[in-house]
Structures are given as C-alpha cells and as structure tokens.
C-alpha cells in the first residue's frame, strides 16, 4: 500500500511538472510572440509606467529618440521628449483617460524633442492596458505630411493673393475700359447728330438738284450714319451692363417674351411671322436685363429670316434641378457650326453689313447678361436651316 501511494506521488510530481513546463512554454512563446509584434509595429512605441517611466521601447522608438533601450527602460520619462506646450495638453489627456477613459481622444498631434534637439512632428496614439496602471504608447512621425500641408498651405495663401490681386487688375482694366467706352461713344454722339443734321437738309432741299452718283453718296452717308448711331447705342448698352444696379425678381419668361415679341413685330409690319411660345416655366433674375436678352435674340430671329416666306419663331424651355433653358429658334439663313466661337465676340459679324443690319454686338450682350445671371449660353446652327439660340437661368437665388 506504501509503495502504492508513493508510485502515485511521483506519477502526480510528473504530471504537475508537465503542465507547468507546458505553461512554461506556452508563456515563452507568447513573450517571444508579444515581443516579434512590439518590436515590429511600424511605429516608435513605448510601455509607460503610471509615473510615466518607459518600461518597454522598441528598436523603431531607439531611433527616434536617439536614444539606446538600456538608455531608455527604466530610467526616462516619455515626458523628456516633448514639447513643454504639448506636454500639459497630454498629461491633461492622460490623468483624464483613467477617469474616463471614452470621452477623452487616444489620438491626437504634438511635437517631439530628440536627443539632438531636433523637434519632430508626432501622431501619438495612448492605450491603457487593463487591470494595469500602464499605458501603451505609440508614436507615428508625420514630420514630412506637416511639411508638406505647410507648403501646400503656403502655396494656397500665394495663390490667392495672386488670384486677388490679379483679379483687381482686371477689375480696374475692365472699370477703365468701360469708362472709356463710355466716354467714347458719349462723345461721338454730338459730331454725328451734326453730319446727321447737314445731310438731312441736303437730301430735303437740294436732292433733287443732285445727279444720281451725288444722291447715291448722300444715300450712303446717311445709311452709315444710321449704323454708327445704332453702334453706339450698343456700345453704351455693353458698357452699362455692369453699372446697371441688378433687381433680382421672379419673371414670366413667357408672358416677357410675347411682350418682345410684339413691341418688335410693329416695327416689323408687312413680315409673315408666325411665332410660337411654349408654356415656359418663370426664372429668377432682372427683368429689365432679360427683356434685353428677348430683344436682342427676337431681333436676330427676325433679322435673318427675312428671306424666307414665312419666318417661324418658336420659344422654348425644359427644365433642370436649379436652372431652366431657354432657347428661341428660327427657320433663318442659320450658320456654319465652325464660326460658333465668332458668334458672341464684340464687332464679330458673319454676314455682310450691306445685307443685314446690325453691329456685332447684340449676342455679346447677350452673354454679358446671362453670365452676369450665373447661366451660360450657346448657339446651334446649319447654313441655311435655321439657329436656335440657348440660354439658362436660376430657378430662384443661388
């Protein structure tokens, strides 16, 4: 029976050092596990001790503090290696995060000292390790990501000053060139109601004492009158747009533009014009402007339809999320889509002044304005079949 109990304690002994040399190597292979994934992070990390001593730091940490590990565990504080300023902020973080630890970041940005005295820019990163007063500390170098928002800011604050001051430039190039404009086309008015005068009362008291040569010369300075008198007109109009103190309202496109529409057929008696307006949706904007607009594009439609026995006009409209379109078609004389980029430039013609009237200056205007209203607008066209002329405007206030 002795010898029984004593085979069973040694049998007992051997089981009890098999199961601790099993702990044994499992807890070594967890260190050295725990160890491999420490040492191996990607990022400088460091164990800190309540007080904050650095208990553990890795070989990434080595390098950029600058200091040795034996240097390190045990005898510094991660407190060495930052920034006064930023140091109250992460004390304040840290004693607050053992209080309560979910309302306080993990994450957040400082600046780190080395050995050198270099200072880096830091993404730290704080983990408490639970049931214990130590925190896992772990620190990400984005020195080259600040430098880089830094310059980037830079650049950004040079470009804007830039695109200010370039923008005033303009600004006053263009205040100037209008004023001259202004000023130029004011200024013509006087000699031209003069030639217009003397040439009146020749063709009333001497024109038929004239032989036909001198009445074709009289005829032709008037008629060049005519087209100076309405090319200044339209130069005031352009160099007014943006003087023009802008009165947002809702419009009635349609009721608007029937309203063109018959101030322009009484002096356009005698013409079969058929004219066709959908039911179109209102716009916001100025009202005085956008009546321009009809005007300008309503005259060109009937402009250069002349030719055709019956000129057809048809206003449309379809609608988008914060604009609507607008267009006005005609069965005209229509154009080459390849001159489409002549077709809104100042003094830019594509037919002949002798066989259509005009200055080259109403679709600009017509640019002028609907750029000005924040819409854009566009022509399409086919030599002899016909324009249609797009333009867009806000639904309501942007």
């Known amino acids: 029976m002795e010898e029984e109990n004593t085979k069973n304690e040694v049998n007992l002994t051997c089981d009890v050092s098999t199961v601790c040399a099993s702990i044994q190597s499992a807890l070594d292979s967890s260190e050295t596990l725990y160890r491999t994934i420490f040492e191996n992070t990607g990022t400088a990390t460091i164990i800190g001790q309540d007080d904050t001593t650095i208990l553990l730091a890795n070989t990434t940490f080595e390098s950029l503090s600058g200091y040795a590990k034996e240097e390190l565990e045990g005898k510094k504080s991660w407190k060495d290696f930052i920034i006064k300023h930023d140091l109250e902020k992460m004390l304040n973080y840290h004693h607050l995060r053992r209080i309560k630890s979910e309302a306080v970041p993990k994450n957040y940005e400082l600046r780190f000292r080395n050995r050198n005295g ?54 006053a190039a263009n205040k100037e060139l209008e004023a001259f404009s202004y000023s130029v086309s ?65 419009i009635d496109m349609e009721n608007l533009a029937r309203t063109v529409f018959s101030e322009l057929k009484l002096v356009n008696q005698g013409r079969k014009i058929k004219f066709n307006v959908d039911h179109i949706p ?93 819409g854009r607008v566009w022509g399409e066209g086919r030599p002899n079949n016909g324009a249609t002329f797009y333009f867009t405007m806000p639904k309501q206030v942007l």
């Open 282 to 374: 209102s716009a916001y904007g100025d009202a005085s402007l956008i009546h321009q607009v009809f005007v300008n594009l309503l005259s060109n439609a009937i402009k250069f339809s002349r030719k055709c026995s019956l000129a057809v006009i048809k206003i449309g409209a379809y609608e988008e999320k914060d604009f609507n379109t607008y267009y006005v078609k005609d069965n005209g004389i229509g154009f080459d889509m390849k001159d489409i980029d002549k077709l809104f430039g100042v003094f830019q013609r594509l037919q002949s002044a002798d066989e259509y009237e005009g200055t080259g200056i109403g679709l600009a205007i017509v640019q002028r304005i609907i750029t000005r209203h924040g």
């Open 118 to 171: 270099d200072v880096r820019d830091i993404y730290i990163t704080v983990d408490l390790i639970p049931g214990t007063n130590n925190s896992v500390l772990s620190f990400m170098d984005i020195t080259d990501l600040k430098n880089a928002e830094r310059e980037i800011r830079i650049l950004n604050e040079e470009l804007e000053r830039r695109v200010k001051e370039r923008t005033a430039e303009l600004e």
């Open 186 to 250: 004011h200024d013509l008015k006087t000699p031209l109601i003069t030639i217009e005068g003397f040439v009146g009362l020749l063709i009333k008291k001497y024109l038929p004492k004239l032989d036909s040569k001198a009445q074709q010369y009289l005829n032709a300075i008037e008629k060049s009158t005519k087209q100076m008198e309405q090319l200044i007109k339209d130069l005031l109009s352009l160099s007014r747009l943006n003087r023009h103190e802008f009165n947002s309202a809702n």
